[in-house]
């Protein structure tokens, strides 16, 4: 029996292989991104698909890099909360007072607006490398927050006023509060400018902590003084129940506060 008499016999492009995932047919299509970033880039093409007009039962999914960052973008966001979370557990243990605790962390946010100001600026985007440089912004500015805060406490015990101590703490904490902040700057500059191999991928975290930097040290030593004056002055050191790091006496008092 001739081969024509039972089959159908033409040239035709097909697959040099059928992928399959969950039991579906599928099949990769790849690109390189340069110029742009991956959300750039996935924002147009997710504008060109609906105009493809795909047969019923055809899908587009997005995998790859951009597949990976998403899911280190979930990562990270989660780390953010823990951070958050094991920052204020450790201030509340080592001062006691909810007030304290969140006059520190308020200085997150004047890092955070820094970083955002910085990438702008650049015109980077926002990746894993800068949300990583977000993330180092919690220690960073809580430690400089702190050097301001131990000092304001240690004048409260000598006798001073809340006022007096706040205006003292702005000046007397500038140098430790600036090398504090000139060394993390200094240390990511090389990788701001782009020297070194592979710096370009780290990049926009050494921009995020420049920028924070630059905005966070002068407000927090103007901000913050301002904020624990506004939070202590209706308050005596001993009801307070706090303490500096480094102390091993906790002081506290039973005494009703006044006003």
Same mark, same amino acid.
């Given at each position: 029996?001739?081969?024509?008499?039972?089959?159908?016999?033409?040239?035709?492009?097909?697959?040099?292989?059928?992928?399959?995932?969950?039991?579906?047919?599928?099949?990769?299509?790849?690109?390189?991104?340069?110029?742009? &970033?991956?959300?750039?880039?996935?924002?147009?093409?997710?504008?060109?698909?609906?105009?493809?007009?795909?047969?019923?039962? *055809?899908?587009?999914?997005?995998?790859?890099? *951009?597949?990976?960052?998403?899911?280190?973008?979930?990562?990270?966001?989660?780390?953010?909360?823990?951070?958050?979370?094991?920052?204020?557990?450790?201030?509340? *243990?080592?001062?006691?007072?909810?007030?304290?605790?969140?006059? %520190?962390?308020?200085?997150?946010?004047? %890092?955070?607006? !820094? &970083?955002?100001a910085a990438l702008l600026l650049t015109g980077e985007t926002l990746n894993v490398s800068s949300l990583i440089g977000f993330m180092a912004h919690f !220690?960073?500015?809580?430690?400089?927050?702190?050097?301001?805060?131990?000092?304001?406490?240690?004048?409260?015990?000598?006798?001073?006023?809340?006022?007096?101590?706040?205006?003292?703490?702005? #000046?007397?904490?500038?140098?430790?509060?600036?090398?504090? %902040?000139?060394?993390?700057?200094?240390?990511?500059?090389?990788?701001?400018?782009? *020297?070194?191999?592979?710096?370009?991928?780290?990049?926009?975290?050494?921009?995020?902590?420049?920028?924070?930097?630059?905005?966070?040290?002068?407000?927090?030593?103007?901000?913050?003084?301002?904020? #624990?004056?506004?939070?202590?002055?209706?308050?005596?050191? !001993?009801?307070?129940?706090?303490?500096?790091?480094?102390?091993? %006496?906790?002081? @506290?008092?039973? @005494?009703?506060?006044?006003?």
């Amino acid at each position: 029996v001739p081969l024509k008499e039972v089959a159908r016999i033409s040239l035709e492009e097909v697959p040099a292989r059928i992928l399959r995932e969950n039991l579906r047919k599928m099949t990769f299509v790849t690109a390189n991104v340069a110029g742009i &970033g991956f959300d750039e880039a996935v924002r147009r093409i997710r504008t060109v698909v609906p105009r493809l007009h795909l047969p019923s039962g *055809y899908t587009v999914d997005f995998g790859g890099q *951009y597949e990976s960052k998403e899911r280190l973008v979930t990562q990270v966001a989660w780390a953010t909360v823990g951070v958050s979370l094991g920052i204020l557990i450790v201030l509340l *243990y080592a001062f006691h007072s909810w007030r304290i605790a969140l006059a %520190a962390l308020f200085t997150i946010p004047l %890092a955070l607006s !820094g &970083g955002v100001a910085a990438l702008l600026l650049t015109g980077e985007t926002l990746n894993v490398s800068s949300l990583i440089g977000f993330m180092a912004h919690f !220690g960073l500015s809580v430690q400089k927050a702190l050097i301001l805060i131990e000092f304001v406490l240690d004048r409260l015990r000598a006798g001073a006023d809340v006022k007096t101590a706040c205006q003292e703490a702005g #000046l007397v904490r500038l140098r430790p509060v600036l090398m504090t %902040a000139l060394a993390a700057a200094v240390a990511v500059l090389p990788i701001a400018l782009g *020297y070194g191999t592979g710096s370009e991928l780290q990049r926009p975290l050494a921009i995020v902590l420049i920028g924070g930097l630059a905005t966070s040290t002068p407000l927090t030593l103007v901000c913050l003084p301002a904020l #624990l004056t506004w939070l202590l002055r209706p308050l005596q050191v !001993g009801s307070l129940g706090i303490r500096a790091f480094g102390s091993s %006496a906790v002081q @506290e008092s039973d @005494e009703k506060t006044e006003g």
